[in-house]
Each structure stands twice: as C-alpha cells, then as structure tokens.
C-alpha cells in the first residue's frame, strides 16, 4: 500500500475563528468534557465486533442469526442471500445487518422492496425491534425526504418510481421474497439490477425453485462473475435442470455468497405438538338437523346445480359441523333470496328451519367450555372458521365467567395487535376466525382448539403455526373436536391418521398440494361425499388420496435433498 | 454504556441543558425540559417558529425517562431509554453540539491565586478529533492533539493532560495572556500534518486487505465480461466498477468533535 488517502474535515475551522471573532458562544469545560463523552460512546473501536447485538431491546437474537449477520458483515462484506427457510427470522437477520451498518456509519440511506402486503409489517418491525426510522413509502415525493425507505418492489420499478429511485445511490438495498428476481429477463431482476447500491442482501427461502439457473441470476445480482459466465456455468456446473456437477466446487463458491439455515441443522428443535382428538356425541336434535342439511345438500347436487351453487351448499355442509348459529347465517341468506324473487320458501328449507329450531344447545360449546375451564388459567387459543361461530362462542365464554377475546382477518392492524395484548394480559381464551397474516404471535399461549377443521390443509398447519414456532417453550396441545359420525370424522382421519398433519411439520406442504395437480382436497372431498353413500366408500376415497399425498410428498422430498445438497455450508477448519 | 452510566450522562445533560427535574425515582426521571432542550430533542421546528412568532408562553415537553422498565411506577407512561434508543441518540447529538467550541483558562492553584505580580498564561489549541478507517467496515478512534500557538509544539493526548487541571471560562485575577503567533489556520495545519505522519506509519494490512479484496473483484468482473460488449453491458459493468471501489476502496477520515482555545502556565502541557 503505497499511501492511505485521508479525507480531512476542515468546515469547523471557520466556525472556531467566528467565535474567536464574536468572542461568544463559548462552551464551558463541563459542556466541553461531556461531548467528548458523547462522542467517546459512539467510537466503534474495532472492525469484526457486532455492535448492533447491543443496541436492541425486546428480544434476544437467536444464536444462528447472529452467526449470520458476523458471517454477512466479516466474509461477505455485505452483499449476500439469506436463505433461511421459513421461520427461521429472515427478517431479524436483515434488521441485525442493517442496525450494524447504520451504527457505523456505513450505511445512511437504505431500500427495502418487499412485496406490498408486507410493506407495513417491514416498517413495524424495523421502528420496533431496531429503532430504525424507516417509512413506508406511500407517495412520490418520499423518495426524496426519506433515508430509509420501505416501498412494494411492484411499485418501485413502475415509472414514475423507477426514474426517481435509478437516480439515487442507496448504501444498501434490500429485497424480500427474492425469488421474484430468479429470471434474468424480467423487470424486477433488471431493475435490482440497475439500482445503484453499496451492500445487497436478497432474502428467500427457496434459491433454488425449478432450475439451477435461478440461483446463477441471484448470484449475478450481487457479484458478476462468482459462478463464471453464463455459458461457463452451464458447461461446468450443470448437468440437468436440477442436477449440478463438481458440486463440491459449486458448492464453495455458491457459500461465499449464501447463507441457508436449516431447521433440522441447528438447535432449532421446536417442542413437542400433542395431538387430541376429542369426540362428541351429538344431540337427538342436533343429529337431526346434521341430517336433515346433509339431505339437502345431497338432494340439491343431485339436481345438478352451477358451481357456485355447489361452494355455497359446501360451506352449508361444513358449516352444520361448526354450529347451528353458521347454519342459520347461510339458511337466512337462501330463505331471504327466496323472498326477494317473490318465492314461498319452499317446504325443505322451511323443514330445516324448523329443525334448526329445535336444537337448543351445542354439545361442542359444552364440551369446549368444559375443557377451557379444566386447563384454566392457561391460555387457549379456540380456532373456527365462521364468523356466527365466533360470535356465538364469545357469547357464550361471557356467560360461564370465562374473560375472551376475538381475533379475525378484518381487523386493522391496530386492532389486532390490541386484542393479541388482550390475551396475553388480560383473557384467557381467544376465539380467532383466521389464522394466516404475518406478525400473529402468540407465542405464550400453547393450547389450541379446532373447534372446527378446515378442509384444506394448508389453513391447518397455518392455525398450528401461530403458536407452535420459534420461542414457544412449552409442549403445544392441539384438541381436535370431532363430531361422532360426520364428514368431520372423516376429514381429521385422514389429517391425522393418514397424513400426520399435527404431529410433524411437514415441509413443502403448499408444494406438494400443488404437485397434486387434480382440484383442491376441498372440492374432492365434497364430491366424494356427496356421491359416495356408504362410510366405508368414503374411507376408501379418502385412504386413496392419502397415499397420493404421500407417493407426491416423497418425490418433493428426494428432489429438495438434491437442491440442498448444493446449499449446504461446510465450515473449512484449519 | 450500561444503563448506570446512561443515567449518570443523561442527569448531566439536563443539568447542563438547564431542564427542571420534576421527579427522580430509583428506575425513572421526569422532566421539563428547556426550551433550549426541546428543540434539540423533540424535532418540532414549526412548534418553536409559531411561538416566537406569536411570542407567546413557550410550553416545553415534560418527559418521563425510564432506565429500567422492569421497575418502572405503575401507570407511568414513559420512554425507556438505552443505547441505541432514538431519544438517547439525540441526547448524544445535542450534547455534542453543545459542547463543540471552547475558550478556557486555567485555573490557579491555591495561593497563587493571589500572587502580587502578574502571571502570563500561554495558549494553546486543543483538537479532539474522531479518526475514521474506512473499508467495506469501519473502525474508528479518538484523537487528541495541543499545539502550542506561540512555539509550534505539538502535544499529544492533550485532553487527557487538561483533564488533570481545572478551567474556567473567565480570565482569572492577576494573569495575563501572551499573543499568539500562529493563526488558528496554521496551526491546523500543522497538527493535520502529524495525524497524516501517524497514519501512515500504523500497520495498515486492513487497507492492504481491502485493496486486495478490491482487485480480485474488479479481476472477476473482467473475467465476466467478453471483451466486446454492447452498450448495456458497457454501462453494467461500469457501474459494477463503480460500486466495488464504493463498496472497498479503503481510506480514512478526520472529523473534529471539539476544539478549544485553551490558555495555561507554562509547562502545564508536555
């Protein structure tokens, strides 16, 4: 090195010889000592160290996401994928990198594109766990007035953005769900591309989605040239869509610029789910009207009706599992339809109403009442999907003396985090009509009751997820309510039995459902039902559709160990 | 810092600052602050304009600082404040700027005090700069240089030296002042001059490193690139270029924190 450039700060020299000149203004020696101080506190003496550890409050980063953030910052240098799979507080790792930077000084303008439904949740996280004053962008201008900003990667590349943002250097840049940009030949992998940035982290979990090539355009957002040219990388590295070769190589080269936790790899072991499956007998009354809607809807699919009409009468179908109150919702809504088109309601709707009258209580909220109060004081999350179920059931938690809340999709975000504070100080049950949408906690709670069960897996495990993740210490118990003799037997015997559902994560559930191809498990198991008559037939579709699901789910398995295989990261030890 | 020591600085701050302290438990302080204070710590610019516009009842912000939550009064709606916390920040920042220029003299010993025959006071200038080396990470450190401004000898550690004296910002009694003979422009320069000796004579393999980290990737870059390339591509790989110095260069930087003309007997500094 022949000379170290020094770039010296002379401005202050002027403003010292004005107060010479005024003679004013002086600061006395205690003022004079504690800006030293001040300016003591802030000296960061070494390179390697994490600062950033130290200056958060709320919550204690998890071991491999500080590992990440000292790999990003000390070997990276800044510019990395964070492939974590999902759960594993991508996220965090990002706001630790950034804190860090900022900290240092080295980064003071930032950009973070995310997919616009997570633009808010971005900026909470970020004024929340990090204390950094990031904004969500909403308007034109606040390119221009703001040094970190959130927007929706949607937005930002469409003009008039994308001119504004082109024209800025940004110390860092950070893209969420970055499998938008696997394809060279798009907008988003051409706009990352063009923007003018310092440090670059692309989070995803899926780096690799369909072919090997993805992986080659992440990597060439960040460093041109890692993985060789193009036509190199095809030559040496390729040897199918899916399959590398002289993976050892690749996969050296592919760990200098990525980063993948696994669940199974660290000592992330969640706890234990225990599963319970209760039944319940129901009611002489309630087993007439179980009857009387599944003739109904029999009878009706058998006219031959739109498939419109077919939704409405499986959630009909579904809904006499849930409660008599979701019954009477939809029956209400038919009965005034009839009405308005100057019908009579016809004599099979007005024998259900008849018969929904006659039921006077819910042998599932007594049992349910009974269980909350056996596990009092524990808190007990109490899943459903229909709204009139909710209501009914909060109502009935206020009569017993049992202190509730609700929880659904529609709530703002305000709400939402009110009523999650709610439970966790002050109720002992929530009722909770959804269970997708990031930032639901409720990591101190772990009991859970399906008060009814979705159809579709993917809302289950979603429901599972709210309290079985990260941070939870405790065994979470999961109470399946299965209503003796009904399609709801059914259904939690193939989620439970025949697919283990509750028990395991399983992973790639939303791409192996896909992989199944054929319509959703809903309308299959409507059409099983309707058009099959005896138990046994349905148990026999159901066993069938189980295996499926297990031949498609071992085949994603053997492929994913491949793609892994290259994503592994073998520290060197010398 | 440790919340302890955050406490202890912050008392100071309001103090010095001139903010009424309303309450002081064991976990938590309550404050009016000055006006001098809110305006550095609360960010309100068209608040203060109005005010003095109207001239009316400046109306300062009480605040309510937590050191420890876990025992914070019940029902005290405050702000917890720690390192890294935004208000703490801003604390930091407006003690700074408070304390950015000086002019002191020193203060005489006892009995000397009232000595009958007039004593001269040399001065000196006294930077304390922050010392920045910069790569793709960053470190810094606190320099602290004197420099005589009537022989031109230059001190270091010179805070730490004044801190065993005490000063006051009026001339005593029975001293006088000896002119200098260096501008305050050239004595800055002198001084530049040695913190640039000092550099470059550190060990500097951080640089060295990031020079190399540099070239290899400006190396593979080219190895990226054919030879002849179309214009998009011309214009990407001059950006990348760009970016990887941005990202690597490694340099350093000099910025003043504080500065005082600092008049004392001879031989106080050495």
């Known amino acids: 090195m022949k000379s170290l450039p020094i770039r010296m700060d002379r401005t202050w020299v002027d403003e010292f010889q004005t107060k010479v000149d005024r003679d004013s203004d002086w600061a006395d020696w205690e003022r004079f000592q504690l800006a030293v101080e001040a300016a003591e506190a802030e000296i960061v003496p070494t390179f390697e160290s994490i600062q950033s550890l130290k200056q958060i409050q709320g919550f204690d980063p998890l071991p491999h996401q500080i590992d990440v953030t000292k790999r990003v910052i000390n070997e990276m240098r800044g510019r990395a994928i964070l492939a974590d799979e999902v759960g594993l507080g991508k996220t965090i790792e990002a706001g630790l990198i950034l804190k860090e930077y900022i900290i240092r000084g080295l980064v003071k303008r930032a950009l973070i594109l995310v997919p616009s439904s997570l633009v808010l949740q971005w900026t909470r996280e970020l004024n929340q766990k990090f204390q950094i004053p990031a904004v969500a962008q909403k308007k034109g201008w606040m390119w221009d007035q703001y040094d970190f900003i959130v927007a929706s990667l949607d937005t930002a590349k469409r003009d008039p953005h994308r001119s504004c943002v082109l024209s800025k250097h940004y110390d860092i840049v950070i893209v969420d769900e970055a499998h938008k940009l696997k394809n060279r030949r798009t907008k988003n992998w051409q706009f990352i591309n063009e923007l003018r940035k310092k440090y670059c982290l692309l989070l995803t979990a899926t780096p690799v989605q369909n072919e090997m090539a993805e992986l080659y355009n992440l990597v060439t957002l960040l460093k041109p040239g890692q993985l060789g040219k193009q036509t190199d990388f095809q030559s040496d590295y390729v040897a199918g869509k899916r399959k590398a070769k002289n993976e050892a190589q690749l996969r050296e080269e592919i760990s200098r610029v990525l980063i993948r936790n696994r669940r199974r790899d660290s000592q992330l072991h969640l706890t234990k789910r225990k599963v319970k499956t209760i039944t319940i007998e129901l009611s002489p009354e309630e087993r007439a009207l179980y009857d009387g809607i599944t003739q109904f809807v029999r009878s009706k699919y058998r006219e031959g009706t739109d498939l419109k009409s077919m939704l409405s009468l499986l959630v009909l179908q579904k809904e006499v599992c849930s409660s008599r109150d979701a019954v009477f919702h939809t029956l209400f809504k038919l009965v005034k339809k009839g009405e308005e088109q100057k019908e009579e309601v016809s004599p099979e709707v007005a024998h259900l109403i008849r018969l929904l009258r006659n039921v006077r209580s819910s042998s599932k909220v007594e049992q349910a009442l009974r269980l909350i109060k056996e596990l009092s004081p524990e808190k007990v999350i109490l899943f459903t999907e229909f709204r009139a179920t909710q209501d009914m059931l909060l109502r009935e938690l206020t009569q017993a003396g049992i202190p509730a809340v609700p929880f659904r999709g529609g709530f703002n975000r305000n709400k939402k985090d009110w009523m999650m504070e709610l439970f966790q100080k002050r109720a002992q049950v929530m009722v909770a009509t959804e269970a997708g949408g990031e930032g639901i906690n409720l990591q101190f709670c772990h009991h859970m009751i399906n008060f009814d069960m979705p159809w579709n897996p993917m809302r289950v495990e979603q429901r599972i997820g709210r309290i079985h993740r990260l941070g939870q210490q405790h065994d979470v118990s999961i109470y399946n309510f299965s209503t003796l003799n009904t399609i709801e037997e059914h259904i939690i015997w193939l989620l439970q039995e025949k697919i283990q559902l509750f028990e395991t994560v399983i992973g790639e559930l939303e791409t192996i459902l896909e992989k199944m191809e054929d319509e959703s498990l809903e309308h299959n198991l409507m059409r099983i039902m309707l058009e099959t008559h005896d138990e046994a037939q349905i148990r026999q579709h159901l066993d069938r559709w189980g295996d499926t699901f297990h031949q498609v789910r071992h085949a994603v398995a053997v492929e994913n160990e491949a793609k892994e295989e290259l994503l592994r990261y073998e520290p060197t030890t010398n | ?270």
């Open chain 2, 1 to 270: 810092m440790n919340q302890q020591q955050i406490r202890s600085f912050t008392e100071r701050y309001l103090r010095l600052q001139g903010c009424h302290i309303i309450e002081s438990g064991p976990a938590h302080i309550t404050t009016r602050l000055s006006i001098q204070a809110d305006k550095d710590l609360l960010n309100r610019p068209f608040y203060w304009m109005y005010v003095e516009k109207m001239n009316i009842e400046p109306q300062p912000v009480t605040l309510n600082l937590v050191f420890d939550p876990a025992n914070q009064p019940p029902g005290l709606k405050g702000e917890a404040l720690f390192f890294g916390a935004p208000r703490f920040s801003q604390i930091l920042r407006s003690a700074q700027k408070h304390g950015r220029f000086a002019r002191l003299y020193q203060v005489p010993k006892g009995k000397e005090a009232f000595a009958s025959q007039s004593k001269a006071y040399t001065p000196w200038l006294g930077v304390n700069y922050k010392l920045s080396y910069i790569c793709d990470q960053k470190k810094d450190r606190l320099l602290s240089l004197g420099i005589n401004l009537i022989s031109g000898e230059i001190t270091p550690d010179f805070y730490q030296q004044a801190q065993s004296f005490q000063w006051q910002s009026k001339l005593p009694a029975h001293r006088h002042l000896l002119p200098p003979r260096l501008s305050l422009n050239e004595a800055v320069g002198e001084l530049e001059y040695v913190v640039h000796e000092q550099i470059q004579n550190e060990d500097l393999s951080w640089a060295e490193q990031a020079q190399e980290r540099c070239e290899a990737e400006l190396a593979q870059l080219d190895s990226f690139y054919p030879d002849s390339l179309s214009e998009e591509a011309e214009r990407d790989k001059k950006q990348r270029r760009e970016e990887i110095v941005w990202q690597y260069a490694p340099r350093a930087e000099l910025h003043c924190i504080n500065a005082g003309l600092f008049y004392a007997e001879a031989q106080t500094f050495s």
